[in-house]
């Protein structure tokens, strides 16, 4: 028994990385895109949802286990793999860092202006956010951002299971002869694209996850099992919120009159008032506070990890000194001040910005899938049991398959 409890406790002090995983995730796909997949089409994507997690698991997977049996980054393995792979991931990361910043960082300050009771500017909203963000992470670093993103996840994920609870307490707010738009149609494609694209997240999460794991160990030593309990805990975590917020979607806006709005900030507005449907009008400010740390959560873990992979790279191609500390922190900054100069100078175009981020993410996705399971494969084949084997040769197919199909949409093929 006291085996057992050392155990228990060994796992529960090993959660973090698995945890910032999710935290990262939790925002756009879940709080925004799934729930307008439930407002959308009612329950007919759930199943798309749960399908697409299953499938990418095992190249997040891999991203913990490989650093977990190697004691070295996903970021180190790309490097040994190739030139033409490292400097891909590189090119592309560059682009999601600055891009990704921009979009959680004002859909954040969008639901602060909403839950605010006097009117502030969005842009100086983004400002404070960003400055809170960096103080944080530049003053108490990895310790800190574990601590803050624990408690968000734990308010998040409570407030939004009690929420749908009550919802379907109440029923489905669709007339009974009620049928909606199908989603299986060329038209939807582009939706859908970008919905698999960030869910439950872009693919190069799992680099970040690989060094979130790292530093965690440099504060504790972990066991392969912990670590992978960690990342399990995490990941299917971000699976069953995504489904909640389909459903949270399905119950209280599918077949309404409400025109649903697509623009992130609008639909996270819209968002906060199904919550005050569901649980009363009372809650408006706690869930509108509850959004806001969603997506603050969020922002926080994107310019952490973004800024260590940015980091990692450079310092792998020897552009950078390693000794030198300071560079993490010069990336952050580099990377805040980016996304908040494209947030200043083009945010009318950033709802398509993000759209071009989730579909960008959702085609290199079999790319760095592959390359993933070939790193695990390549070093330690018989650590890869047979069902996980399977899982990630249909999840490449699968990938590869719709990826081709969105393209050949794109050119004209089905014209």
Known sequence: MQAQQQGWRGRIQALGPGILMAT??????????????????????????????????????????????????????????????????????????VVNTAGVLLLTASLLHYALPWPVAVP??????????????????????????????????????????????????????????????????????????????????????SLWLKAKLRQQAISRKQGLFDFNLGYWLTAALALVFVSLGALVQYGSEQEIALAGAAFAQQLIGMY????????????????????????????DGYARTLNESFTLLGWQNPANHHTQNIWLLAQAASGMALI????????????????????????????NYSLMAGKNVSSLSLPLKLLSWAGLLYLAGFAVLYLSWLVGLFA
């Open 24 to 97: 990262a995730a939790i925002g756009g796909s879940h709080l925004v895109a799934s729930t307008q997949a439930g407002a959308l089409f009612g329950w007919q994507l759930i199943w798309l949802i749960l399908l697409v997690n299953i499938l990418k698991y095992p190249f997040f997977r891999f991203g913990v286990q490989y650093t977990l049996e190697h004691n070295e980054s996903l970021l180190q393995g790309y490097q040994r793999k190739g030139k033409a792979y490292f400097y891909s991931f590189i090119g592309l990361n560059i682009i999601a860092a």
């Open 124 to 209: 100086l909203l983004c400002t404070l956010i960003l400055v809170v963000c960096l103080a944080i992470l530049l003053l108490g670093h990895y310790r800190a951002l574990d601590n803050v993103a624990k408690l968000i996840m734990l308010l998040l994920t409570i407030t939004t299971i009690a929420a749908v609870i009550i919802a379907a307490g109440n029923g489905m707010n669709a007339p009974a002869d009620f049928v909606g738009p199908s989603p299986w149609q060329l038209v939807t494609l582009g939706f859908l694209v970008a919905l698999m694209g960030w869910m439950p997240a872009p693919i190069e999460i799992s680099a970040i996850s």
């Open 276 to 303: 005050a449907t569901t649980i009363g009008d009372w809650a408006r400010p706690l869930v509108a506070l509850i959004a806001f740390l969603c997506m603050f959560g969020t922002t926080l873990t994107v310019l």
């Open 344 to 371: 200043l100078f083009f945010s009318a175009a950033l709802g398509p910005l993000l759209t071009f981020a989730m579909t960008l993410a959702f085609l290199t996705t079999p790319v760095f899938a592959w390359l």
